[in-house]
């Protein structure tokens, strides 16, 4: 018997790190799979898993993240921490709008407004850009970073008229 050499059991859990320790309810002392040689005497190792934390990442897929309680960042994508197994709670809010400026460059055309707006809706965050499954705050973090995309449907469009006598605008 060579106590150099001998290893403890590896205890492997998805989504969480294990180890041992010397208790039930203790912190890990020895990591699975480390060396026997700390060791001395008759020992018993309780098993203790704890969840990891992954990156959960919301892209705003063409609009802007507006608030982010719990969340890190704005603007294009926010993350936070959340533990394996755990839900993501709180989700961020966005909004998506382009501003247009119109100009009809000395054609003589008129125009109602020099600017217009589309404004879109959000339907919602899920797993894909496009199509993908619906996530909430109840949906649990899996064993991975995950990214989460906003997708939209078009709600409004405040657009210019334009008028040219003689012509079709």
Known sequence: WSKSTDKLATVTK??????????????V?????ASTNAITGTTTLYAVCTANE???TANSNGGSI?????????????????????????????????????NVNG???????????????????????????KVSTTTTMGSSNTTIYAQWSKS????????KTG???
């Open 14 to 27: 998805t989504g969480y790190t294990c180890g041992w320790a010397t208790s039930s309810t203790g912190s």
């Open 54 to 56: 992954y990156t959960l």
């Open 66 to 102: 507006t608030s982010t309680t719990g969340w890190t960042g704005t603007g294009n994508t926010a993350t936070k921490k959340v533990s394996f197994g755990s839900e993501y709670g709180t989700l961020p809010s966005a909004s998506r709008s382009v501003n247009i400026t119109y």
């Open 107 to 133: 054609t003589g055309a008129t125009l109602s407004s020099t600017t217009g707006t589309s404004t879109w809706t959000l339907n919602g965050w899920y797993t894909a850009a496009t199509g993908g499954t």
């Open 29 to 33: 002392v020895y990591a699975s799979g």
């Open 156 to 163: 409004t469009d405040k657009l210019a008229t334009v008028t």
């Open 167 to 169: 012509y079709t605008c």
